[in-house]
């Protein structure tokens, strides 16, 4: 029977060789193989070798600038060419892309997650209705993220028709060395993933792998003894894998994820006991995310997006006592339970249930989700919005395109103006205490990763939620419907604008419940629209 190897990290890095592909399975710093990357970075800086590689990831590998994931091998020389989902917490990776240092493209996590299937599959690409009217549509910007992409030739993406519609071909990308990670192996190299808090979709990139003819190293805990993992828990035979390394280092370099080595409830593996809900402070982010949920009506299904809703619905739903009526989920796999935070985005303690990452999509895509909850950083005057492209900084689409294409509400939650805005909220209203430097409603996006025209003709329920006024994408662009007590119209609102809203003639006042201290009736909001 044919097993794996074991080896150290140096000798994993030996099989990553010059001109090649690597992919690696992770999101955020949950599931990276801490050990091998770091063993790459060494081995390039001290030697000069793996060097030239084209680098795929499917989601964020990193924690805001913290030493992991990305942030290891981003290095002009040892990459020539990025093809990932998000980048928006690696600084390192961000700059490289911004100072035109590697070629860059950016693809829809979603799409990505299941272009593995179709690799495997020996189909001729995914092919998606997702991504069309964004810059992943080949007659924008076809997902490159700077000139080098530009001028480099290579295509991730084209279009195609069939049966008289069009649809973004998402062409495959040949895996030579796939890195993924597991809990444990048994001594025929079969690999358990029981600790892991996200159920990533692992076996499909070593299906895509294998297709290829590619390597699959695995990095893990410990080796046990054969007949310790249950058949059913085996998410990679070993068969499949062709190299394990043990990590030497687990307190450091097998975290469950960056904020912590481990917690089984994240992992699914236990419940943590409720305890009281401490009350958070009344700041601008949790107002909008409050405001923002005012929208739900009883028993769907709810999507969290990183920043100021993946940082404050989960919160929200328990402080306001929403479990039972409202299920939250996340696109890594979770449904259910109270989400972590952004440097550990993707994970929750006492979620429902974990199923795959590449899953999840499936319905994300699909059905669509009931309710997405989006950051913002722009909205134009056409109803397109950019949460991917920020000056020179691209940190990339993530889910954030796969999810709000397909689903039926689309809530953007976003401070209205930036840089340097500082606001209080009282039973009074809204007092702007200091405006922000740069406007956020823009004449025209910088990038369009939400496209208004498109969301229009398929029928979205489309707001745009700030600390001060409400906006409802129409058929003739972004109409003001609410504005918050204590903010004048003109001044706080028309003034710090670059274009001229349509503005409802029953034009509303925002309820002052949202500024309450504590659990300030939701549910009763909710249960009673």
């Known amino acids: 029977m044919k097993r794996p190897v074991v080896i150290s990290a140096p000798e994993a890095v030996k099989m990553i060789r010059d001109d090649t592909t690597l992919c690696a399975i992770a999101m955020t710093q949950i599931s990276a193989c801490t050990s091998i990357l770091k063993e790459i970075e060494k081995s390039f ?5 793996p060097k030239n590689l084209t680098y795929v990831h499917t989601c964020g590998q990193a924690s805001e600038g913290r030493p992991g994931g990305l942030q290891y091998i981003a290095h002009e020389g040892l990459l020539k060419r990025v093809i990932g989902g998000h980048w928006g917490q690696s600084s390192n990776m ?9 070629e860059a493209f950016n693809l829809p996590q979603g799409q990505m997650a299941n272009l593995f299937h179709s690799m495997a599959l020996r189909e001729p690409g995914k092919v998606s209705k997702v991504g069309l009217g964004t810059y992943i549509d080949p007659r924008y910007e076809g997902g490159k993220m700077n000139q080098m992409a530009k ?31 597991g809990t444990c192996a048994d001594e025929s190299g079969n690999i358990s993933t029981r600790q892991e808090a996200m159920v990533l979709e692992v076996l499909p990139a070593v299906m895509a792998t294998k297709r290829w003819g590619g390597k699959v190293i695995c990095q893990v805990e410990r080796i046990v003894k054969n007949g310790c993992i249950g058949a059913k828990e085996v998410t990679v035979p070993g068969v499949l894998v062709d190299a394990v390394v043990v990590c030497e280092n687990p307190i450091e370099e097998h975290r469950q994820t960056y904020s912590w080595y481990y917690d089984p409830t994240y992992s699914g593996e236990a419940l943590a006991p409720e305890q009281a809900i401490v009350p958070r402070s009344n700041n601008i982010r949790k107002i909008i995310s409050r405001r923002a949920a005012a929208e739900l009506i009883p028993n769907q299904i709810i999507n969290t997006g990183t920043g100021i809703p993946n940082e404050n619905l989960g919160f929200i739903i328990a402080e306001e006592n929403l479990a039972d009526i409202i299920t939250i989920t996340v696109e890594s796999g979770v449904y259910g339970g109270v989400p972590a935070g952004t440097i550990d ?69 976003a401070t209205f103006t930036g840089g340097g805005l500082k606001t209080s909220f009282t039973e009074d209203g809204v007092r702007i205490e200091q405006e922000g430097k740069f ?13 208004g025209k498109v969301a229009i003709a398929r029928g979205q329920n489309m707001l745009y939620v700030t600390e001060r006024a409400v906006f409802r994408l129409t058929e003739r662009g972004p109409e003001l419907i609410e504005i918050a007590k204590g903010i004048d119209l003109q001044k706080d609102v028309l003034d710090q604008m670059e274009f001229v809203p349509i503005i409802a ?11 309450r201290d504590g659990a300030c009736g939701l549910r009763t909001l909710i249960e009673r629209s």
């Open 45 to 49: 800086l001290e030697q000069g070798y």
């Open 94 to 102: 961000m700059q490289l892309i911004a100072e035109n240092r590697i």
């Open 151 to 181: 001028d480099s030739g290579y295509e991730t993406v084209s279009l195609t028709e069939i049966d008289g519609e069009e649809y973004i071909r998402y062409h495959h990308i040949p895996i030579d060395t796939l890195l993924i990670r």
């Open 345 to 413: 985005f993707g994970i929750a303690r006492n979620a429902q249930a974990l199923i795959p990452h590449d899953r999840q999509f499936e319905l994300y895509n699909g059905s669509g989700i009931d309710y997405t909850f989006m950051g913002a950083g722009e909205l134009d005057q056409y109803g397109n919005v950019n949460s991917t492209r920020m000056g020179n900084k691209s940190p990339g689409a993530g889910g954030f395109i796969d999810i709000t294409a397909t689903a039926k509400n689309v809530i953007f939650c």
């Open 439 to 451: 406007k956020k409603l823009v004449k025209r996006v910088q990038q369009i990763s939400y496209n």
């Open 505 to 515: 003639e029953d034009l509303k006042e925002t309820s002052t419940i949202f500024y």
